[in-house]
């Protein structure tokens, strides 16, 4: 700080300001100072790894780099990833997951977590049961699910399904069960987030209103339509967004449970693509423009979200 | 836990007698539903594990192990290095950790004590972070550490590669932030008035208010490093630097399905430890971060 004030003085023009306001602006310059001594390591974290990659994520997709040669080749790496035969199925298969990962990972855990706040018994043990499989490294949980998945069965889930007298399946053989099959595992190592998060939310609803509710008639739906959804929906709305954009970003379950592309393009997500090109076909351009792209679907869904989504207040 | 309170099922009415049966037939079927749904896998991890290899791969499967080998677990150590897996992820967790605590700490405090001139701009720049999530970045991200601008610092397959990517994680300053807001100003002046400076404000007066939101924070800052896969995959190539997470799926390509498993299973321990000791703050941690302040 000694520095810092040394340069305060040297740097002002001192005898053209009277004196009260000179220790006045010098404190004030401290301060400012002060203050970015503390944000200083932040800002420049962010910076490096944040800030600037967004930019040059943005430059390099229109550059082109070969023998350490770079040039600007326009919209060149996006006409190129048009014509890649995995394009369209990398972002088909994306949406798919997302939808259906919507359909079982955004529902229902509300449902559950619903079922869970009425019981006043085991509250504890189920809480801790739902979460155990988000603790686990993905990893660890998804080679038991690749083995889970053995067409054959040997697979755990066959099994079953045959000890059911109900059709087997060839899972993520088979390329149009490859999307459910990746859903279900991630939805089985992530749903214990989200019911926790709603159980928080629904602790919250003071129950006069139950009462109220219940005294003007209304049965147990119309409490559930009119009381709990209304009461949870600032939550419900920003796991929803969460939702949407972290399984847009699928990348760990293709890779582990399908090898990465699966049977006909039917595992290959958006984000292998994109590590496709740039550590397998040595082509980081074309990576970053399959970012640019992934990066502008992303925020745009987070601005329509902001504008549509109901207001805190 | 607060049985009391009143939820979507009026207690007048459980309280009838045919009710109360069919209350209690309910609780013992999720319980029941849950345990096999959730631990399920869990025991067939850790039964398969130690199966035999034809037995592993066998048509119907076994329940249970026919010939306990225990010694799938011992080969898995050693095939999959998990020591050394182990260990990197442990230097690499607490290591982010200690930055972020710092840096992170750092600029919530700033941001809402100091207030420096574009302190609000700033934040908001970092803020803005929250909708571009890393895994957009990884391909740029990548190209800055194997070359760091300015100081042409190649970082691959050093710590620094995780550690100090770690410290943009605007949510973890978004929530220190909002704690800090709500400490009162009050406190803040009777420190001034005693002649504490900004750095012996924050260590005294601030943090020991705030242990509650830094268990938080480094709860999930350790869970998430722990639990990374494509930014440790890109920056930590070499098979000594790997974290548990890329090497288990790195080492378990052509090892034998119980093998696998029972590196699976060991990889799960720590965190499964660490989730029974921590348990109470992480589902406290849950409601921190999502319900409005």
């Known amino acids: ?313 | 836990m607060d049985t009391a309170a009143r939820t979507l099922v009026s207690p007048a009415r459980l309280r009838r007698p045919g009710a109360r049966r069919v209350y209690w037939a309910i609780v013992a079927l999720v319980v029941l539903l849950f345990t096999v749904v959730f631990t399920g896998p869990l025991y067939w991890m850790v039964t398969g594990a130690l199966k035999s290899g034809p037995e592993v791969a066998q048509i119907p499967p076994t329940l249970y192990p026919q010939h306990p080998q225990p010694g799938n677990y011992a080969e898995a150590w050693t095939a999959l290095s998990l020591g050394r897996l182990l260990l990197n992820t442990v230097w690499y967790a607490f290591g982010a950790l200690a930055f972020q605590l710092v840096f992170d700490v750092a600029a919530a405090y700033a941001f809402s004590k100091l207030r420096p001139a574009f302190g609000n701009a700033l934040l908001g720049l970092m803020l803005a972070t929250l909708m571009i999530p890393s895994t957009v970045l990884v391909i740029p991200q990548y190209v800055t550490v194997i070359d760091l601008p300015l100081v042409h610092w190649n970082m691959l397959d050093s710590p620094w590669a995780i550690w100090l990517p770690a410290v943009t994680n605007a949510f973890n300053i978004f929530l220190l932030k909002r704690f800090f807001d709500s400490i009162p100003q009050d406190l803040m002046s009777a420190a001034a008035i005693d002649g504490a400076g900004p750095v012996r404000t924050l260590w005294s007066v601030v943090l020991p208010i705030s242990r509650p939101i830094l268990g938080v924070v480094s709860i999930f800052s350790l869970t998430a490093i722990w639990k990374d896969f494509l930014w440790p995959l890109l920056v930590e190539p070499s098979a000594d630097n790997r974290t548990v997470n890329v090497g288990i799926y790195a080492f378990s390509q052509g090892l034998t399905q119980n093998v696998v498993i029972a590196g699976a299973v060991i990889a799960a321990v720590p965190t499964v430890v660490f989730f029974l000791i921590f348990q109470k703050n992480i589902m406290s941690g849950l409601t921190a971060g999502s319900l409005k302040g």
């Not at chain 1, 390099?60 to 035969?85: A, E, I, K």
């Open chain 1, 1 to 313: 700080m000694d520095g810092a004030v040394r340069l305060d003085g040297a740097g002002l023009p001192a005898r053209a300001i009277p004196r009260p306001a000179g220790a006045a602006l010098r404190r004030r310059l401290v301060h400012n100072l002060t203050g970015h001594g503390f944000l200083i390591g932040a800002v420049v974290c962010f910076a490096v790894f944040s800030w600037y990659p967004m930019v040059r994520e943005i430059v390099m997709s229109f550059q082109r780099t070969r023998r350490g040669v770079t040039t600007w080749v326009g919209w060149h790496n996006y006409v190129r990833l048009w014509h890649d035969p995995s394009f369209l199925a990398a972002w088909r298969n994306t949406l798919t997951f997302t939808l259906l990962a919507l359909v079982v990972g955004y529902a229902l855990p509300f449902f559950i977590a619903v079922l869970l706040n009425e019981l006043r018994h085991a509250r504890g043990y189920l809480r801790a049961v739902v979460y155990l499989p988000v603790m686990l490294p993905p990893a660890s949980a998804l080679l038991l699910f690749r083995f889970a998945y053995d067409p054959s069965q040997a697979g755990i889930f066959n099994y079953l399904l045959h000890a059911a007298h109900l059709p087997t399946s060839q899972w993520v053989q088979s390329t149009s069960m490859t999307q459910p099959s990746l859903v279900i595992a991630a939805t089985w190592m992530n749903v214990g987030s989200s019911i926790l998060v709603y159980l928080a939310a629904l602790q919250n609803i003071p129950g006069e209103l139950y009462e109220a509710a219940e005294l003007d008639g209304a049965g147990l739906l119309r409490r559930l339509w009119h009381v709990t959804v209304p009461q949870t929906r600032l939550i419900l709305s920003l796991m929803f967004l969460l939702q949407v954009v972290a399984t847009m970003q699928v990348f760990i379950e293709p890779l582990i449970l399908a090898g990465g592309a699966g049977v006909n393009d039917s595992a290959t997500s958006v984000v292998y693509l994109m590590y496709q090109h740039a550590f397998k076909q040595n082509d980081l351009n074309g990576a970053a423009a399959l970012g640019v792209m992934l990066m502008v679907v992303l925020a745009g869904f987070s601005v329509a979200y902001a504008r549509l989504s109901p207001k805190q207040d």
